[in-house]
């Protein structure tokens, strides 16, 4: 074992390495670039014996690891973004056809406007294709969940691809200490790469994602939400083996002083360190309030919610992306439905997006108008908790008219 | 010769390619009326999957490789005698 300094997307890199993926294809984008720079430099020093294959395309990348995994080797690729917006397409294929690639993705917002920073819109828009997504907190976070995710799609129970989102810049650009694992421990937790449904093999054929009428459509889609079913018992197993092996304890859905609490936050991503921070700091001056971690957002943990909420509390739900011509956002909206035979009142909240910060006095807010509306003092609920008050009068423009 | 044995698989996969054929797509099938059929071959002819053949010397005169044929109708249209009417499929 041993510590490192590293980045979001260098330790995205060396679980890739550390997971001895064969074929990379990837497709650099802001701010995810750093992985396959890392990645190619790793390729030409052979210190990660892979095929690195140079694609004109991030639909083209997900096409070439699909298919290498198919195959029958470890594939990786990664993006953020309108990289992830291109892929689309074949994030459908990966899924479908049941190839467990493993994917981090620089949560990064969707153009236009045109941004390069963090915001959750661009996996959750791909929350529904059969992949599994877990959301980091830290760089270390990056690193283990990298390697659990392997795991986890690979075992025969599940079959499904796994995307591992990190906050674009405040996890991909943020240097941290990060504990390394030793090689052969992980060759010990992950294991060789084995086809364990189908493969493309010349000397037995198979004719892979062919037309499939509507007799046995709904069958497949039905095979993989068992998949998908199954595998919240899978991610429990392997959690566990993971703490057991390095230390580090995770769980789908993290309660952080929960038990007693008026007031509940749920979040996910890098804003969580920041909200457990004010949940101390609040918590010092008697205010009983709580945060719930999403680590797993794919398959959505429902049970964890509903075991973790009291009955009383007041809930808040943090949403990293606007949720456009909803009543909210999809965190709010899968809280919302875990927690419809109970009778708490629960909040949407949108912010942090397009690389705003989400400051101790942003999340402070919103424990205080929950704490409020707990006491019965005010119904003050400010959904779009830190939007400017000049949002219509913005810019601006010279017009020859 | 090689053995094989079966395995239950996820997700959309064949060894075996019967879905392959167009024919299966078909509502509808067309029915020649032979006794009126004057061999003209403006149906063959005019077929977009190439699947009519016209047999000058056979009394089923008009020869429909089913596998293929979609049923789009255009053959009922282009018959200059109106022999062809298109039917219900039943399978």
Redesign the interface.
């Known amino acids: 074992m041993s510590y490192k300094m590293l980045d979001g997307n260098t330790a995205a890199a060396e679980a890739i390495k550390l997971a001895r993926v064969k074929v990379i294809a990837s497709y650099p984008i802001t701010p995810q670039t750093v992985i396959p720079e890392t990645l190619s430099e790793m390729v030409e020093s052979g210190e990660l014996n892979a095929q690195y294959v140079r694609v004109e395309s991030e639909h083209s990348a997900l096409s070439v690891v699909t298919c290498a995994a198919m195959a029958g080797v470890r594939a990786s690729t990664a993006t953020a973004s309108n990289g992830l917006a291109l892929m689309h397409e074949i994030v459908g294929m990966t899924a479908?056809?049941?190839v467990p690639v493993v994917m981090p993705v620089v949560n990064r917002g969707i153009a236009a406007p045109w941004t390069l920073w963090c915001e959750h819109v661009d996996t959750m828009c791909e929350r529904d294709m059969g992949w599994l997504q877990f959301y980091c907190q830290n760089v270390q976070e990056v690193l283990d969940l990298t390697l659990i995710a392997f795991r986890v799609s690979e075992d025969a129970r599940v079959?499904l691809p796994s995307m591992v989102c990190l906050d674009g810049f405040f996890l991909s650009h943020s240097m941290q200490k990060v504990t390394l694992p030793e090689q052969a421990k992980v060759d010990g937790f992950i294991g060789e790469y084995s086809n364990k449904?189908?493969y493309l093999d010349p000397t037995d054929?198979?004719?892979?994602?062919?037309?499939?009428?509507n007799e046995e459509y709904t069958e497949?889609r039905y095979?993989q939400k068992l998949?998908l079913d199954a595998s919240v018992r899978v991610i429990e197993e392997v959690f566990e083996e993971f703490h057991k092996e390095f230390g580090r304890k995770y769980e789908l859905v993290e309660g952080y002083r929960t038990e007693d609490a008026d007031v509940v936050l749920v979040a996910l991503g890098s804003m969580c360190g920041t909200a457990q921070y004010v949940v101390n700091k609040m918590r010092a001056k008697g205010q009983k309030v709580g945060l719930l971690k999403v680590t797993v957002f794919r398959p959505f943990p429902a049970e964890y919610i509903r075991r973790l909420v009291g009955d009383q509390a007041v809930v808040g739900v943090f949403d990293r992306s606007a949720g456009l011509g909803g009543e909210g956002g999809p965190v709010w909206y899968e809280v919302c439905s875990a927690l419809r035979n109970k009778d708490n009142q629960v909040f949407h909240y949108v912010g942090g997006i397009g690389g705003r910060d989400v400051r101790v006095e942003t999340i402070e807010n919103i424990y205080n108008e929950l704490l409020a509306i707990k006491a019965g003092e005010s119904d003050r609920h400010t959904e779009w908790i830190d939007v400017k008050d000049n949002a219509l009068e913005l810019r601006e423009v010279a017009k020859n008219v | 010769m090689k053995t094989t044995r079966k395995f239950k698989v996820m997700g959309p996969v064949a060894t075996q390619f019967g879905a392959a054929t167009t024919g299966n797509w078909r509502l509808e099938r067309p029915q020649v009326d032979f006794s009126r059929c004057t061999k003209c071959r403006t149906c063959e002819l005019h077929c977009p999957t190439n699947v009519m053949e016209i047999k000058k010397d056979q009394e089923e005169c008009v020869v429909i490789n089913f596998d293929y044929c979609k049923g789009c109708g255009v053959c009922t249209n282009v018959c200059p005698v109106q022999c062809i009417s298109l039917v219900e499929e039943r399978r």
Request: without cysteine; aromatic residues 6%; proline residues 6%.
């Open positions: 479908g056809n049941r079959l449904n189908v054929p198979m004719f892979l994602s062919d037309l499939t009428g497949m095979q998949a």
